[in-house]
């Protein structure tokens, strides 16, 4: 298999998931107050016209640039930015967010979120993939830092 293939598929699948969920969200909680799973979470279909935690909102051109430049960066520092295992996981996971919001954002000008656990803002699978880039950078610079000492 080409070194480019399995990033490719992780990629399409992730983007595939988060498109997938946000699609059944919009379909099946649309006009509902939404379907508590357990006492701790609830599917609740809200639209976030910001970034994260609602921060920009309706700032959609601006956000969509961001992303395209985020996008761009990525691809154009390919090499530098997946140089260890952890930090190739981190980039695709961030590709899969980073992909999944602008297409929230490009096609319907907010972000589809649908997830409610009640102890933060309600948020999607692309936000997951981001949080989970931030914690494989983590564990490859914690890695680094004890194979420096």
């Not at 999944?100 to 933060?120: K, L, W």
Request: proline share 5%; glycine share 6%; charged share 10%.
């Amino acid at each position: 298999m080409p070194n480019w293939l399995r990033p490719i598929a992780l990629i399409s699948t992730g983007v595939g998931f988060d498109q997938l969920t946000k699609w059944i969200a919009r379909s099946v909680l649309y006009n509902s107050p939404g379907i508590p799973f357990t006492p701790l979470l609830k599917f609740q279909l809200v639209f976030n016209p910001g970034a994260a935690y609602g921060i920009f909102a309706g700032q959609q051109f601006p956000l969509l640039i961001i992303s395209l430049t985020v996008l761009f960066a990525i691809a154009f520092f390919w090499e530098y930015l997946t140089e260890t295992e952890w930090q190739t996981y981190g980039t695709i996971f961030l590709i899969i967010g980073a992909l999944g919001n602008f297409i929230d954002r490009f096609q319907y000008g907010v972000v589809t979120d649908f997830i409610n656990i009640h102890i933060f803002p309600v948020f999607n699978i692309a936000d997951i993939a981001i949080n989970i880039a931030v914690a494989c950078y983590l564990v490859d610079t914690i890695q680094s830092l004890k194979q420096n000492k």
